[in-house]
């Protein structure tokens, strides 16, 4: 399919853009062209590589697979430092080849010099002139051999269509660098895409095809697998040929993933670049290769019959993984409608879960203006240093430019905000801060993590300054990572002086790409507005390994740095275990602590136990810019220790959240920590694990009530079984109630219970509640089945609620109750209206409380302690999650209620017919009878 016309409008709309000026920067582009063209002009004999007459296409793959890479590495450096985009292309296939071949070269194989190939992309004509002379000049130099140069600026097609094509050669191998204007690349994409689309729906082929049509291709070649043969055998000995190898490969992959290039490594290893269709089917070949089943792994050793063995270089892998996430810009449909919103508004707030991708739209925006007008300039506002210096890092990645080039263009706004704006300038492979100077004119201003800086009056002070209110301003937000709540419009209007009239667009994300689908779940416990977190998706397709937890004992006067850095060394290692032993972890984990005091106590130990690893600061690891595959000789690997503030909008593969838990009161700790527990969470790619001292009355203390199912983990059943106004409710209650805390009311209660008369523990109607039932409500003690009006719940009501959730479940409820009762004397022998206690029946199991069956966390490693009030319980439906259960035999006729009277007065649990003494779900205690009146 040829381009359109509009190519021709992109190349004039160039050359108009700064009047004068820029036609006389054509006019000298044009010269460099020709003055190319002639030093290598496309004449006969035309190039070829050296291959013998009648050579056939494997012939022609083998001499790519020893030379491609190299040859196309080579051309990289003078695209990038003429501050252009460089992107290598998928190797051509084998029936393009061979139609190519027969069509236009007469069956000479040796004459496709374009298997290989990439592209210089520009956004300038200066910058495209300046990348022509350093190719002519390292021509003259003899560092690379020029075979041809089709001039197509001076000779376009007659669409208008205009281009630079070399082909250079390297050992016998020649391949091909198109250099080009990105409005005119632009152009051709949409035209291709036209194509495409007519081509399916002609072709009647499925649904699926017209969407791939439609949402175009995601990254087309990629570095992703270094791969070695044991015993060091090649691909032919092993294989037999490349293309079996390469059919093994296509097997392996998970769908998303197609092989694009493979090239022979200097050590012998061979390594594959894979085209990626969609973020999900890298997250899932991440797993694949690094999670304990290994089955990337093990589907490739099936394809080798004689049982070598092929092994994965992980550490590689997750370095080229890393790159790939940043360098990824396909967006889904649902976040391309996003980007339009915020294309078309002045001032716009964009909210989003965390992980939910809103620095990823921040920077798809920020590239949109930086390549748009060659001269625009963007600040990049944020509380804290790491964050701003990971984001121009970021830009770096998904550029493809050369560093200097990017952040030469992105200014930094970091707190001390009376500091003023700051430059970033590249020294050596880290980035670093200096001073601005004079004013400079934004084309855009991003805020980050905006809700954590509302009412800032220096940062507005500074934003005042620069006259962000006369400018493009989108601020960045997540309500449940904030301490407080505020309206969107607020956000915005607290931190720029905006004029009354302006209206301030409000965009949500709603689906989370980060995280895996356990991690989000797990983070969703303290996430705020339940109604928003119902609505949260998970789009990438991986669910992760369970999540872990280490809840451990303190002595009285025991020094909890001590005691924090061994536990935090066994977290590690209970997570390097699920990822199958992985040994390089440089610059993977990060260890977050709830502030830089606790950090300090924690680096001296936590280092001492460690031994092998180098602990540095967030601000240290987002100034350094990406690293080859292998990290230098004889440093150590990095592992991030830091605090919640200074990790915010940061992402690691691994997280361990490290003390932050705290006892849930009144004040407003009850806050910070639950926006610290989320927020740490959710910087994890793949695993978290929560380290913590035993906290009676904390949020983690529901971990000493949760048991792992070991069966394959199931989103919609977690969602079921999830509180999700949980954390709503205890940040409601502190908000809302200024008596004591649940915990001292239920003495009390207990009481009462005792003291109350057989007519008011046996009628339903006028059972006693506490006064303070609704705070128990919204702590987690009342289940959420209990009518909070009433003392008692009716069997059918609460059937019927249980079954629509879970089919089935009353009635193994009932069944369990009858089967696994245990003999106790019958009420009859007792008064009519006795309340029988059951503490005497469960003594022996008071100190294993009643725990709950799901599927995201492995809390194999927490310590209990005495039975209390849990004030936290993200999950909704206990009673279909019991994992122990203990009853009273004999009651058939009278008894059809069961209260726990020991710590939570009137939680109150029905049974038809048959009726036990269960321990508490929340607590542990025993739980009594209660005769239905004659």
């Known amino acids: 399919m040829e381009p359109t016309r509009h190519d021709e409008s992109a190349w004039e709309g160039y050359k108009a853009a700064d009047g004068d000026a820029a036609r006389q920067s054509a006019d000298d582009f044009l010269a460099e062209t020709r003055r190319l063209e002639e030093d290598f002009p496309d004449t006969p004999p035309p190039p070829r590589c050296d291959l013998p007459e009648g050579a056939s296409i494997d012939a022609l793959a083998a001499l790519a697979y020893f030379h491609g890479e190299d040859l196309l590495e080579s051309l990289r450096r003078f695209v990038q430092d003429a501050g252009g985009e460089y992107k290598r292309g998928p190797r051509k296939s084998k029936s393009r080849i061979r139609q190519k071949t027969e069509k236009d070269y007469g069956g000479d194989v040796a004459r496709v010099v374009d298997l290989e190939r990439a592209t210089g992309i520009f956004d300038s004509v200066d910058d495209l002139s300046f990348a022509i002379s350093l190719l002519r000049d390292a021509s003259r130099r003899g560092e690379i051999t020029i075979r041809r140069c089709k001039d197509r600026f001076s000779h376009p097609f007659e669409n208008g269509y205009r281009d630079l094509q070399l082909n250079v050669e390297l050992e016998g191998f020649v391949g091909e660098l198109q250099l080009n204007l990105r409005r005119i690349i632009e152009v051709k994409a949409k035209a291709h895409k036209i194509y495409e689309v ?194 121009c890092k970021w830009l770096v990645v998904a550029s493809r430019k050369s560093a200097k080039h990017v952040v030469d263009r992105v200014h930094v706004l970091v707190a001390p905000f009376e500091d003023g ?84 667009a409000v965009a949500t994300l709603s689906e989370v790409v980060r995280s895996t689908k356990r991690i989000v779940a797990g983070a969703a416990a303290f996430q705020l507005e339940a109604g928003r977190k119902a609505e949260t998706e998970t789009h990438a397709a991986s669910i992760g390994p369970p999540l872990v937890a280490r809840i451990f004992k303190l002595a009285d006067g025991q020094d909890t740095s001590e005691h924090y850095a061994p536990e935090v060394v066994e977290a590690l290692s209970a997570v390097q275990k699920q990822l199958t032993d992985l040994s390089d972890l440089d610059d993977r984990v990060a260890v977050v602590c709830p502030d830089e005091v606790f950090v300090e106590k924690l680096r001296g130990p936590l280092g001492l136990a460690l031994g092998g690893f180098e602990l540095v600061d967030a601000a240290t690891a987002s100034a350094a810019l990406p690293r080859d595959e292998e990290r230098s000789s004889g440093s150590k690997p990095w592992l991030v220790v830091d605090s919640v503030d200074n990790m915010d909008g940061l992402e690691r593969l691994v997280v361990i959240c490290v003390g932050l838990d705290q006892v849930i009161d009144r004040g407003a700790g009850v806050f910070e920590t639950r926006s610290r527990l989320y927020r740490a969470m959710t910087r994890a790619q793949l695993a978290v694990a929560v380290v913590n001292e035993v906290l009676p009355g904390g949020w983690l203390e529901f971990l000493g009530r949760v048991e792992l199912d070991d069966k394959k983990f199931d989103d919609a059943k977690e969602r079921r079984n999830r509180a999700e106004t949980a954390a709503d409710d205890v ?171 020991v710590h939570c007065a009137f939680v109150l649990m029905c049974l038809r017919r048959r009726s036990g003494a269960l321990r508490c779900f929340r607590t542990g205690g025993a739980s009594f009878l209660v005769q239905e009146p004659k």
Not at 803 to 831: I, T, Y
Not at 847 to 873: C, H, N, Y
Request: aromatic residues 4%.
């Open 731 to 901: 940040v409601g209650g502190v908000v809302e109630e200024a008596s004591a805390p649940v915990r001292d009311s239920v003495d009390a209660d207990k009481g009462a219970v005792e003291k109350a008369s057989p007519e008011d523990t046996g009628a339903p109607a006028e059972a006693p509640m506490p006064a303070d039932k609704e705070a128990m409500r919204r702590g987690g003690t009342l289940p959420p089945y209990a009518e909070p009006d009433r003392g008692l719940v009716q069997f059918d009501a609460w059937r019927e609620r249980i079954a629509a959730e879970e089919e089935g479940v009353a009635e193994e409820l009932v069944r369990a109750v009858e089967e696994e009762a245990v003999a106790v004397p019958s009420p009859e022998k007792k008064g009519a209206t006795e309340v029988v206690d059951a503490d005497a029946a469960t003594t022996p199991s008071e100190a294993e409380p009643m725990k709950v069956l799901q599927s995201i966390w492995d809390a194999s490693a927490v310590a209990t302690v005495a039975r209390g009030d849990l004030r936290f319980m993200p999950f909704s439906d206990p009673l279909s999650k019991l994992v122990e259960l203990r009853t009273l035999r004999g009651h058939s006729h009278g008894v059809r209620f069961v209260r726990c009277g």
């Open 198 to 391: 007519e081509r399916v729906i002609e072709a009647k082929e499925d649904k699926d095809a017209l969407q791939r049509a439609v949402d175009g291709p995601g990254l087309e070649s990629e570095q992703v697998l270094r791969l070695t043969i044991e015993g060091g055998r090649s691909i032919d000995d092993a294989f037999g040929s490349l293309a079996v190898f390469e059919a093994a490969l296509a097997r392996a992959l998970p769908p998303g993933c197609v092989v694009a290039n493979v090239y022979s490594g200097e050590r012998g290893e061979v390594r594959v670049r894979l085209g990626l269709d969609e973020v999900a089917a890298m997250a899932q070949l991440r797993d694949d290769v690094v999670l304990e089943s290994r089955a990337f792994e093990d589907a490739l050793n099936e394809s080798l019959p004689d049982g070598t063995k092929i092994s994965v270089d992980r550490a590689a892998f997750l370095e080229c993984y890393s790159r790939i996430m940043m360098r990824f810009g396909k967006l889904t449909p649902h976040q391309r409608e996003k980007l339009k919103e915020l294309r078309a508004a002045n001032v716009a707030v964009l909210l989003s879960p965390a992980g939910g991708g809103k620095t990823f739209l921040a920077i798809q925006r920020v590239l949109e203006e930086l390549r748009g007008d060659a001269g625009a300039v963007v600040l990049f506002a944020a509380r804290n240093v790491a964050l701003a210096l990971f984001v």
């Open 421 to 504: 704006p700051r430059r970033v300038r590249v020294e050596g492979r880290r980035l670093v801060l200096d001073a601005v100077g004079e004013a400079v004119k934004y084309a855009l201003v991003v805020v980050d993590e905006a809700h954590h800086l509302v009412n800032d009056a220096a940062l507005r002070a500074q934003l005042a300054h620069i006259s962000a209110a006369q400018t493009r301003l989108l601020l960045l937000a997540d309500a449940s990572q904030a301490t407080a709540t505020h309206k969107p419009d607020q956000i915005a209007r607290s931190l720029v002086d905006l004029p009354h009239e302006q209206k301030v």
